[in-house]
């Protein structure tokens, strides 16, 4: 094959191709893929950073391993384009996060090379090992497994069960750590320090220099390597090594720290530790952006930063002339900041998402207030539950599909205990470009089923402030119920959002428009896509009257008497699933009165939708503006009332 600077790239349409190259020209292979990867996501937008941090590795993996027979198990996923690229995705990786197109994230159903569908972090551990298991009980003892996580991922207690487990078994596991001191903002915790202090200290250094000149050794050993690795475990039996080293403590061979961007020394290093039987760890060193100057300096701007100028490396925003909305997300943020000024009891909480959710406004106003810890969903709700038995008001905020982790916890720690935490709920309903994964389908349903528990959501930014105003107001927080708003990704509707704060009454619900005919029922910022129905039916002479729940839990009952002794036609819509959400507590209302009407609900049905911009998904989902107007125009031409049988 004919080996020209620039087209390598091109030549390769499965990692067997890969596989095929000769070693020396991989160099050249990282440097086109790191290429390719800046082109499109500057382009094409998408994640960055992570994946330009892991080409070499991701090379190195896909060369020495038989991918897809070996599995390669890739934790979050959203540093996996490179993986993606080298697997026969190239050509269409363009449509990579669009409507139809390829997914952010290693999909099962997308390829065979994408050995676990994943998204959220700190599961490939896990799925590792259930496949290694497995490889053992069907005899495939040549199969490899291969998870590679990030520092930040294995701050997640399901990192650590996955060890544990891992530690007590003999099963081929090979665990990459890909330690860049990153999470999506700088990482935290005592991990991060403990990593920080094994890769920098010289006492340990020295121990571990020893360790590589004895595995340096080992390239060509073949199976003897097994017999090496048990004179250097035993020659080290007593060292700093052993006795420090908290992989090995659980059991894991530790390796490294490496260089991870080292791409000939990865390839050697992965080579040997085929030979190395057992559950074992691999420390690599990386730099999250690698290869891209600005994102190496800002990191956590260019873990998503959007479309931006290649060559300037300046990100391309929109421009507008006037004001627009802002974010939710920001509006929690500042809001909060407000609120805790005037209440010294009030704390923030999150997750691993500093600048997603906004926390670090506060974070960066109260330092000591406001807690970032780690990906850690589960933690993060029993800890704020902690600070609650302690009078704390606790705001913890965690996007909505993140809080599925933590569902036992908002029942065992929280509600059974009646402790009022307030949970803010960021990326609810339809996340969209992330996908399944990402989507906040649920946490109308989940949350709604749990006593002790209110749940509300505001159609716009004002509502959002006087919610979490009346959320930590004394009235609420002596009830005893903990607190859930959920609101969606991006904009809101109001540019000029600061509002003075008033209280909310609890399970109080609002007319919108008056009408009559059909009555729309909406929860959330959805009821704005209502607002332009509305304002499209009446050209029609439809004049639906709308009103906003508000509250998913309690609900208004008196106004749902007020709806259903005026209105036989109901339609219902939520930016969430339609099993046991909004629309099936009005049905559970309806029939628990004895009322008849017609109701029709449009929300989430009961399967996966994949990722796309969010309004393409509601359109998907008919509960855009023109699937609600649709949906009136059935309910007003409809019979009146419902057949008996
Ligand atoms: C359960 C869960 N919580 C939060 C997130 C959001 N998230 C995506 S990537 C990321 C940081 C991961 O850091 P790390 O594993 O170190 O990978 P890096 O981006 O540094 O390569 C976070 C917090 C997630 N995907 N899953």
Redesign the pocket.
Known sequence: MLITPGNLLATIDSPDHLRHLDRTVLPQVCNELRQFIIDNVSVYGGHF??SL??VELTVALHYVFNTPDDQLIW??G??AYGHKILTGRRDQFHTNRFYGGLSGFPKRKESPYDAFGV????TSISAALGMAVSSQLQQQLQRHHIAV??????T?GLAFEGMNHAGATNSNLLIIL?D?C???DP?VGALKEYLTDITTSPTYNKVKDEVWNLLGKMSGFGKSAQEIVSKIESGLKASLLKQSNLFESLHLRYFGPIDGHDIDHLVSVLNDLKDIPGPKLLHCLTV?GKGYGPAEKDQTKW?APGLFDKVTGEIKKKVYDKPQPPKYQDVFGHTLVELAEKNDKIVGVT???PS?SSMNIMMKAMPQRAFDVG?A?QHAVTFSAGMATQGQVVFCNI?ST?MQ?AYDQVIHDVCIQELPVVFCLDRAGFAGADGPTHHGAYDLAFMRCVPNMIVASPMNEQELRNLMFTAQSDTVQQGKCAFTIRYPRGEGVMPNWRTPLEAVEVGKGRLIRDGEGVAILTIGPIGNYAIQACEALEKEGLRPAHYDLRFAKPLDEAMLHTIFRRFDKVLTVEDGCLVGGVGSAVLEFMADHGYQARVKRLGIPDTIIEHGEQLELHRECGFDPEGIAQAVRELAYAERTVALA
């Open positions: 950073g992570a941090g892991v934790d979050v959203h540093q998204g959220h972090s700190s996580i990030g520092d930040g991922a294995m997640a890909n860049n990153m999470s999506i990482n999250k873990h997750p691993a998402m997603g990906i969903e996007y993140f982790r």
